[in-house]
């Protein structure tokens, strides 16, 4: 039987602000075939390295490979992710996550040219990728992999510039859950849709109403994930949707099922994965 668990990992109090989670994975293996391994969008950015083994993701109809000791970033996913380690070994995974509100802070980067993709952090930022992955490689544990990491975000952090409107808009959708319109924003920034589009686009890789159709499903899944009763969730349901089918269209573009065939067959990685 497959193993696995999640250590977090407090991130230093510079970069806190702009880090939704960062942990520690380990598995002892694969899963088994016949499971889901299941990974629904959360609005996060992820700066990947798998110290041993290596992981294999399915993004659509595409299957990306992320090597032993190399760093990834994962762009904006809005569509279901699976994934298992890729060989039926002991695995090592260190996930830096960033808010909506952070990635554009660390790394200088076309990010319409990363959504729904996983890229080598080497194709991105060049040899400062390099010089840290060799470092990396020759780090004796996760701790000082992870200490490496954090300094390297920190120098990152301190050559980058807020954004201040494009923040606001983040801050705004994230207390909203995800419900508040492109036009409240408009109204509130006194810039156009057309201009916050092109803005989210420069730093997020999407628009603010796809951010936010995302948020919205984070607020419902993170209470599904954890084995609640779709039963007992349909007054928080309407909360976020306006009827049944409008639930079901958005359940089944984040997740690629609908609810009852997806509710009882998750297994610990997925719903772990999403609420750890």
């Known amino acids: ?17 702009y880090i939704a989670k960062m942990y520690v994975f380990r598995s002892s293996g694969r899963l088994p075939a016949e499971e889901k391994k299941l990974i629904v969008p959360n609005a996060n950015f992820k700066l990947t390295f798998t110290w041993r083994n290596g992981i294999v993701a399915h993004v659509g109809d595409r299957t990306i490979i992320q090597k032993e000791n190399k760093l990834s970033l994962t762009g904006l996913i809005d569509s279901p992710v699976n994934l298992n380690p890729k060989h039926d070994a002991q695995t090592g995974t260190i996930v830096i996550e960033f808010k909506p509100l952070g990635a554009y802070r660390f790394f200088p980067l076309a990010y319409v040219h990363v959504k729904n993709q996983i890229v080598e952090l080497t194709d991105l930022i060049g040899h400062h990728a390099e010089e ?5 490689a020759e780090a004796t544990t996760p701790e000082i992999i992870l200490e490496l990491l954090q300094h390297f975000l920190i120098r990152q952090l301190e050559k980058s510039v807020a954004d201040p409107i494009y923040d606001f808009c983040i801050q705004r959708i994230s207390e909203s859950r995800g419900l508040i319109t492109v036009s ?6 006194g810039y156009s849709a057309r201009w916050l589009n092109k803005k989210f686009t420069e730093h997020l890789g999407t628009g603010p109403k796809n951010l936010s159709e995302i948020v919205r499903f984070k607020e419902f899944y993170q209470q ?15 909360d976020y949707y306006y009827d049944q ?11 690629g099922f609908i609810p009852s065939d997806l509710q009882g067959s998750m297994n610990e990685l997925a719903t772990r994965h999403y609420t750890s």
Do not use: C, D, N, W
């Open 245 to 255: 089918s409008h639930f079901i269209r958005a359940f089944k573009r984040f997740t």
């Open 224 to 238: 599904y994930s954890t084995g609640q009763k779709l039963q007992k969730l349909k007054g928080p349901m309407y």
């Open 132 to 136: 840290l992955e060799s470092r990396l």
């Open 184 to 189: 409240q924003l408009e109204k509130k920034t």
């Open 1 to 17: 039987m497959t193993t696995f668990q999640f250590v977090p990992v407090p991130a230093h109090p510079l970069l806190s602000p």
